[in-house]
T-cell receptor
Framework: DAGVIQSPRHEVTEMGQEVTLRCKPI?????LFWYRQTMMRGLELLIY????????DSGMPEDRFSAKMPNASFSTLKIQPSEPRDSAVYFC??????????????FGEGSWLTVV | AQSVTQLDSHVSVSEGTPVLLRCNYS??????LFWYVQHPNKGLQLLLK??????LVKGINGFEAEFKKSETSFHLTKPSAHMSDAAEYFC?????????????FGTGTRLTIIP
C-alpha cells in the first residue's frame, strides 16, 4: 500500500488566500484524522472522521477552518481566509480501527504551509 | 482525561551507547500507548505500541519499551544507538474502550547522536 498520501507537500500563500489541503487515506481504513503541528503547541488533533462522517471537530481552531470527506478515499482541509498564524505542518492520518490490536494510526508525510 | 509527559525535551548519546527516552502517562481507563518517530521534514512513523498484551513491547529498528502500570511509565530504550536514530520521538496515549478515539501526544524528545 502507498500509505497516506497528502498534497501539496509544501505551500506558500499570501494572507487572505484560500488554502486547500488534500488527503488520500490508506484503502480500507475507516478513520481519518487531521492534525496540526507547530513549535508552540506541538501536535493537535483538529478533526476526525469515521466512515466519512465528522465525529469530533472540537479541535478546529475557528470558522475559517473546514474539513470534508466526500468519500472513503478523499478528504480536504480548507482554510479561508488564511492568516500567518496558520503556518504549520498539517498531517493527515488514517486507521482501520481505534480499539484493539488494529488501532494503529498511520500518518502521511504532511503538508508544510507557510502564510506570508 | 488522558495525558502524557515526556520528561526530557532533548537527549544526546554517543553512537553505540544505550538510549533511554522517558515517558509517563495518565489515563482513566486501560490505555494504548505508542511511540512514534519523526525524522526531519518527514511524517510520523510508528515504532511500537502497547495494547494490554505483553508488557515488554519490541518495535522496529531495535527499539523496545516496557509498560509499567505501577509507575505509569512507558520508557523507550535501545541497547546501541545508531546515527540514523537521530530524530524526534513522541510518546502517545489513547484510552481504550470508551469511544475515545483521540490520541494525546507528548511534547516530543529530540534525540541527538554524537559520532
Amino acid at each position: 500500500d502507498a500509505g497516506v498520501i497528502q498534497s501539496p507537500r509544501h505551500e506558500v500563500t499570501e494572507m487572505g488566500q484560500e488554502v486547500t489541503l488534500r488527503c488520500k487515506p490508506i484503502s480500507g481504513h475507516d478513520y481519518l484524522f487531521w492534525y496540526r503541528q507547530t513549535m508552540m503547541r506541538g501536535l493537535e488533533l483538529l478533526i476526525y472522521f469515521n466512515n466519512n462522517v465528522p465525529i469530533d471537530d472540537s479541535g478546529m481552531p475557528e470558522d475559517r477552518f473546514s474539513a470534508k470527506m466526500p468519500n472513503a478515499s478523499f478528504s480536504t482541509l480548507k482554510i479561508q481566509p488564511s492568516e500567518p498564524r496558520d503556518s504549520a505542518v498539517y498531517f493527515c492520518a488514517s486507521s482501520f480501527a481505534v480499539q484493539g490490536p488494529t488501532n494503529t494510526i498511520y500518518f502521511g508525510e504532511g503538508s508544510w504551509l507557510t502564510v506570508v | 482525561a488522558q495525558s502524557v509527559t515526556q520528561l526530557d525535551s532533548h537527549v544526546s548519546v554517543s553512537e553505540g551507547t544505550p538510549v533511554l527516552l522517558r515517558c509517563n502517562y495518565s489515563s482513566s481507563y486501560s490505555p494504548s500507548l505508542f511511540w512514534y518517530v519523526q525524522h526531519p521534514n518527514k511524517g510520523l512513523q510508528l515504532l511500537l505500541k502497547y495494547t494490554s498484551a505483553a508488557t515488554l513491547v519490541k518495535g522496529i529498528n531495535g527499539f523496545e519499551a516496557e509498560f509499567k502500570k505501577s509507575e505509569t511509565s512507558f520508557h523507550l530504550t535501545k541497547p546501541s544507538a545508531h546515527m540514523s536514530d537521530a530524530a524526534e520521538y513522541f510518546c502517545v496515549v489513547s484510552d481504550l474502550g470508551f469511544g475515545n478515539e483521540k490520541l494525546t501526544f507528548g511534547t516530543g524528545t529530540r534525540l541527538t547522536i554524537i559520532p
